[in-house]
Structures are given as C-alpha cells and as structure tokens.
T-cell receptor, first 112, second 112 residues
Framework: DGGITQSPKYLFRKEGQNVTLSCEQNLNHDAMYWYRQDPGQGLRLIYYSQIVNDFQKGDIAEGYSVSREKKESFPLTVTSAQKNPTAFYLC???????????FGSGTRLTVV | SQKIEQNSEALNIQEGKTATLTCNYTNYSPAYLQWYRQDPGRGPVFLLLIRENEKEKRKERLKVTFDTTLKQSLFHITASQPADSATYLCALDNTGFQKLVFGTGTRLLVSP
C-alpha cells in the first residue's frame, strides 16, 4: 500500500545536538511538506518542496534545514539553532493543488 | 492579519445527532478549503475538499459548505457515532502557492 513513512516515532535530543527526521513516500507525489504541531497552535509550515532539488521556506524555517535529492525522500534536520524544538513533527505529500494531503504518522521530538 | 478560526472548545454531542463544526477565515482568498480528521498522536487524514465555486460537498455522512461572502465553512457529520470522536481541522490554500494553512482544530466528542 502507498503511503508516507516517518521515522523515528519518538526522538530525544540533547542540547546542542542536530537531529534528522526521516520522511519517505511511495505515492509518486511531487510536493512534500514539513509541519510542526504544538498544543493549541495548529500545524505550522516549516519547509516545502514542489520538485526534486528545490525547496522553499515556510513560516517557521529558522533552525531547520531540509534536502530533496530524491522524489521519495524529504528529510528534516532540526539544528541546535532551533531553541524550542520540542513538538510533534508531521510530513505530508500531495499529487497536486486540488488534492488532499497524505500525512505520515509523525515524529515526537523531545529535548532532554 | 490573516487568521483561520475554529472553535477551541470541544463539541460534545449525543450519538445519532448531527455535529456541526465551524471554520472562519480572515484576509485569505482561498481557491479551495479542506477538512481533515486527526486522532491523538496520529497524522491528519484528508476528508473533503470544496472549491470556491462550490456551495456544498457531500461524502457519505459528511457535508461541507463554503460561503466565500461570509468567509466561512461549515462541516457536518450526520448520524454521529462515538467513532467520529476526534479533532477536525480545516485548511485552506494560501493562494497560488500550493501550501495549506491550517486552523487549530475543534475536538468532537460523541457520547453513546
């Protein structure tokens, strides 16, 4: 079955560490997205990519970086510059502008 | 400023009744609006998309309306069941950029 796989499900980061969240899709979707979800704040867009080797900053890109070397993969790195990284991170993809998003099951990142 | 507002208070209804959730937006001109369901600790699941030139869309027990004059969408679940208990998110496109902006969601609780 086609879908989006995010890993790991839970991730713990020490102060000053960079961590990378994985997102892989086998839906043949061109567009992929990273959102962050905090309690009471809804989903906020971090980065998005509409095509391989191209990506754009979202509303809260500071302290994050991404790459899009393959159509199937859109990893997110949370750098030490992100001062408040504890959140639920969601990856999504879509075929086109008039299609719904398919979301992964999320990664819960906690700073320890 | 741009805002998407959903009722932050949980909606409690009895099984069999119709649930109605509201999504209001300010300073957006969306070409379409989407509704998602999210269960705790999971990624959102796409339910319905309605375009700006559509007044109403139905899918099984779900109905969505879209009033671009009032800048409002209503989401209805008829004959509600306890299994419908979840958080429901509305989302709209930030015109032309193929990226969704999400509301904070409304939690629906359906009691037997």
């Amino acid at each position: 079955d086609g879908g989006i796989t995010q890993s790991p499900k839970y991730l713990f980061r020490k102060e000053g560490q960079n961590v990378t969240l994985s997102c892989e899709q086998n839906l043949n979707h061109d567009a992929m997205y990273w959102y962050r979800q905090d309690p009471g704040q809804g989903l906020r867009l971090i980065y998005y990519s509409q095509i391989v080797n191209d990506f754009q900053k979202g509303d809260i890109a500071e302290g994050y970086s991404v790459s899009r070397e393959k159509k199937e993969s859109f990893p997110l790195t949370v750098t030490s510059a992100q001062k408040n990284p504890t959140a639920f991170y969601l990856c999504a993809s879509t075929h086109g502008r008039m299609d719904g998003y398919t979301f992964g099951s999320g990664t819960r990142l906690t700073v320890v | 400023s741009q805002k998407i507002e959903q009722n932050s208070e949980a909606l409690n209804i009895q099984e069999g009744k119709t649930a109605t959730l509201t999504c209001n937006y300010t300073n957006y001109s969306p070409a379409y609006l989407q509704w998602y369901r999210q269960d705790p600790g999971r990624g959102p699941v796409f339910l319905l998309l309605i375009r700006e030139n559509e007044k109403e869309k139905r899918k099984e027990r779900l109905k969505v309306t879209f009033d671009t004059t009032l800048k409002q969408s209503l989401f209805h679940i008829t004959a509600s069941q306890p299994a419908d208990s979840a958080t429901y998110l509305c989302a709209l496109d930030n015109t032309g950029f193929q990226k969704l902006v999400f509301g904070t969601g409304t939690r629906l609780l359906v009691s037997p």
